[in-house]
């Protein structure tokens, strides 16, 4: 890892030997970055699981007490976030314990959630359905049964995993889920430069690159999203300031070596995704940048270089895939009796699933 940034830091050196601050940087030469590209539309198969996990995505009777859905804290209409939102609160109000990360471009990431334990989209998506300070549901027989008691969603998933004996299992509720998610990718005007086009950054934001560049900040923000490859500790240059409240990775692998170390966020759409960090405690994204600079790089930057980074940030913000978002609107499922986290696998066969109250 070190090795890596230490040879991103030298090639960002080597970018261009132009000293105009407004001077096209050749896209040939930021060879740290990786554009994107809408997703095609899915098609056959894969477009009945990405329309199966829309629909999932939006679905609140996946909460114990019908109230929850993903698209709760991760707004698809605010850029994937809660926005406002230092933390989100779950089925009980009860306050999580970190800032919900964007689900727009989640799939570009090397692992999931802020400290790394999940591996990929699929496995994420299981994760707050069965937390107790989220969507709350005591165990995946609980979203099974659910999905079992509504025939509308067991013909799709029979639509969309054919020849399995029984394809309402939890394996494809969160495969479907994350064919979804992977196609929630927002191509921005910085793509656009990467393949070509000088003229799609502003002055300014050209500026802003390059100060991005000279600060380290792509040491660790490279890549197709600018963030999201690996592991680093918050407070690299000097002791971030709390360091009890969150573990971090250390959490997850008890090794007091992973205090304090996250996954490096990705800075796609980053303007529109506030507050910001682990814990949502920075309001504005101009702040974000200062710590960032003072904590991890230890450099202080002038007023006119975190204005110019921001400016830069904001020619990452892609467009929301309007058409591709759309909840479904397909008939209300029946109506459900709220479970309790302690509800048993015997007590599920009591849950109140009466098709004749469809629609109530």
Not at 57 to 84: E, I, M, Q, R
Not at 146 to 155: M, V
């Amino acid at each position: 890892m070190v090795a890596a940034a230490v040879t991103l830091l030298s090639g960002c050196q080597r970018v261009s030997f132009d000293p105009r601050p407004t001077a096209d940087i050749a896209p040939e030469r930021l060879f740290m970055f990786t554009a994107v590209q809408a997703p095609a539309p899915a098609t056959g198969l894969s477009a009945m699981r990405v329309d199966l996990g829309r629909r999932l995505f939006y679905d609140t009777h996946l909460s114990v007490n019908n109230s929850v859905s993903c698209d709760t804290c991760h707004k698809l209409t605010a850029y994937g976030v809660d926005p406002g939102k230092s933390v989100s609160t779950g089925h009980d109000k009860k306050p999580g314990g970190r800032n919900s990360p964007t689900v727009y471009n989640a799939g570009l990431q090397f692992v999931q959630f802020w400290d790394g334990r999940a591996a990929t989209l699929a496995e994420q998506a299981a994760g707050p359905m069965m937390n107790p300070v989220e969507m709350g549901m005591p165990s995946p027989e609980a979203v099974v049964a659910y999905l079992h008691s509504t025939p509308d969603y067991k013909k799709q998933f029979q639509q969309a995993y054919p020849g399995a004996r029984d394809p309402v299992v939890m394996d494809n509720v969160t495969d479907a889920i994350a064919d979804f998610e992977s196609g929630l990718i927002t191509p921005a005007r910085w793509d656009q430069y990467l393949q070509g086009d000088t003229n799609a950054l502003s002055n300014e934001e050209k500026r802003g690159l390059r100060v991005f560049l000279r600060s380290g900040c792509a040491s660790c923000h490279a890549g197709k999203g600018l963030g999201g490859n690996s592991y680093q500790k918050l407070g690299a240059y000097r002791d971030w300031p709390d360091r009890t409240t969150d573990l971090g990775r250390m959490a997850v692998t008890h090794n007091p070596a992973d205090l304090l170390y996250f996954k490096v966020p990705l800075l796609r759409n980053v303007t529109e995704t506030g507050p910001w960090f682990h814990d949502g405690r920075v309001k504005t994204i101009d702040e974000a940048v200062r710590l960032m600079e003072r904590y991890q790089t230890g450099r202080r930057l002038s007023e006119n270089d975190v204005r110019s980074i921001v400016a830069f940030l904001g020619s990452l913000k892609g467009e929301i895939p309007q058409q591709y978002i759309q909840p479904p609107s397909a008939k209300a499922p029946p109506i459900r009796t709220a479970l309790t986290p302690g509800t048993s696998r015997q007590q599920l066969a009591l849950v109140d699933l009466n098709p004749s109250k469809e629609g109530q």
